[in-house]
């Protein structure tokens, strides 16, 4: 067959603009309901452009944060349609598990081998001559990666355009250089979790706790657990609080690492970080308190915040120590934060994205894949899974996330 099932992508302003017309009486439209941007059609199976590409078939395919925000068509910021154009047809989902059925003759990777892969695509990618980020081994920041080069389109890769495919489709095309075998010891549910995982590596990677220091991790769904993975991988003498609304995930997370629980928002989440970490809180004139030292310590040195809701990052805020770091793991948009503590108590804050090679010479994804064969979180974090065909569910059912018993759901594209 020279086409396959695909859940497409196409946000044109008019469609966009019903789906957020219609939230308040059709809360399905977002997710593929009728008039939704989002359909389930047929589209070409995708071919190689090159020599070191290959075509995998979708075992498995996670929904991420980062798709439901932009099926929502307000959850992500407008600033990232200048690096690509959302108005394309797009085949999303770009955490997956494959096997290759066909490899290029220079694509280092066979017929047969299980996979993960980068869904990103650089000048290496593109035909292009290598940019300064791309020789510097950064090349999740490749300067051209809003041009098409020899390849035709604009986009950072698979998941995000749909000559390629993408997890929520059959078969997609990917460089060969971006695949890391899957051992056959690992199953697809933890495989599958190999991408939010290396954006976890990259973010500990790139802004690991010092000796001593005690790290927070906001959120324990995916990202968040993802980031407590990491840090117990590459800083394992850090002692790592959770902080989330409720209890959901609490066994989940003390079975990774977790060293301390906090829970709930407001006042309440930080009287459980002075708990943890000893100072006072200091209330204000006006609005909510911050968490001091009192003179023996107080607040935590650096902060994973893996929500990036303005609440979150205000909580942040209030409870890292002076000098402390906060790092924005999550997507995220326009938030309304008072900064005055960022310059008031010199604190820094810092973004990441995507992975790359990382301080230690080795790529985030297979640092990942050895997380994963070690940990095995899968059957504890792949809570649901659904044919592409019950796409509406499944997607309504990740949006509800804690209220649906749901942690990772992902697509079977070829069946169970």
């Known amino acids: 067959?020279?086409?396959?099932?695909?859940?497409?992508?196409?946000?044109?302003?008019?469609?966009?603009?019903?789906?957020?017309?219609?939230?308040?009486?059709?809360?399905?439209?977002?997710?593929?309901?009728?008039?939704?941007?989002?359909?389930?059609?047929?589209?070409?199976?995708?071919?190689?452009?090159?020599?070191?590409?290959?075509?995998?078939?979708?075992?498995?395919?996670?929904?991420?944060?980062?798709?439901?925000?932009?099926l929502k068509v307000t959850g992500m910021s407008p600033v990232l349609s200048a690096w690509t154009d959302a108005r394309q047809p797009a085949v999303l989902g770009h955490e997956i598990v494959g096997t290759v059925i066909e490899a290029g003759s220079a694509a280092g990777v066979r017929e047969g081998d299980r996979v993960v892969a980068e869904p990103l695509l650089s000048c290496r990618d593109k035909g292009f001559a290598p940019c300064a980020a791309c020789r510097a081994g950064e090349d999740h920041r490749c300067e051209r990666r809003a041009e098409p080069g020899t390849l035709g389109c604009v986009g950072d890769g698979f998941g995000f355009n749909a000559r390629f495919g993408g997890g929520w489709t059959q078969e997609l095309a990917a460089p060969g250089w971006r695949c890391v075998r899957v051992?056959?010891?690992?199953?697809?549910?933890?495989?599958?979790?190999?991408?939010?995982?290396?954006?976890?590596?990259?973010?500990?990677?790139?802004?690991?706790?010092?000796?001593?220091?005690?790290?927070?991790?906001?959120?324990?769904?995916?990202?968040?657990?993802?980031?407590?993975?990491?840090?117990?991988?590459?800083?394992?003498?850090?002692?790592?609080?959770?902080?989330?609304?409720?209890?959901?995930?609490?066994?989940?997370?003390?079975?990774?690492?977790?060293?301390?629980?906090?829970?709930?928002?407001?006042?309440?989440?930080?009287?459980?970080?002075?708990?943890?970490?000893?100072?006072?809180?200091?209330?204000?004139?006006?609005?909510?308190?911050?968490?001091?030292?009192?003179?023996?310590?107080?607040?935590?040195?650096?902060?994973?915040?893996?929500?990036?809701?303005?609440?979150t990052i205000d909580d942040a805020l209030r409870m890292l120590r002076p000098g402390g770091r906060l790092v924005l793991v999550a997507t995220s948009g326009k938030q309304k934060v008072d900064w005055t503590l960022v310059w008031f108590r010199e604190l820094a804050v810092l973004g990441t994205v995507f992975y790359a090679e990382e301080p230690n010479g080795q790529r985030a994804m297979a640092t990942a894949v050895e997380l994963l064969a070690d940990v095995r979180p899968g059957e504890r974090m792949v809570t649901h899974r659904f044919g592409l065909d019950d796409h509406v569910t499944a997607l309504l059912t990740a949006a509800k996330g804690p209220g649906a018993g749901a942690v990772k759901v992902a697509f079977t594209p070829n069946g169970a």
């Open 183 to 311: 051992p056959d010891s690992v199953p697809d549910a933890d495989a599958v979790l190999a991408e939010p995982v290396a954006i976890a590596v990259h973010a500990v990677a790139r802004h690991r706790p010092l000796a001593a220091e005690r790290a927070l991790v906001i959120g324990p769904g995916t990202i968040g657990l993802s980031t407590l993975m990491a840090l117990r991988h590459l800083s394992p003498q850090t002692e790592v609080a959770v902080a989330g609304l409720g209890s959901f995930a609490d066994d989940l997370a003390r079975g990774l690492g977790a060293t301390h629980l906090l829970h709930g928002t407001h006042t309440d989440l930080l009287e459980d970080a002075r708990r943890v970490t000893g100072g006072v809180l200091r209330k204000p004139l006006l609005g909510r308190p911050v968490l001091d030292s009192n003179g023996l310590g107080g607040g935590f040195d650096i902060v994973y915040d893996c929500v990036g809701s303005e609440q």
């Open 1 to 70: 067959m020279t086409t396959m099932p695909a859940l497409q992508l196409q946000l044109q302003p008019l469609r966009a603009a019903w789906t957020v017309a219609s939230k308040r009486w059709r809360p399905d439209v977002w997710a593929g309901g009728p008039g939704s941007p989002l359909r389930l059609t047929e589209i070409p199976r995708p071919v190689l452009p090159g020599p070191e590409w290959v075509r995998v078939r979708v075992d498995l395919a996670g929904i991420c944060a980062s798709d439901l925000k932009l």
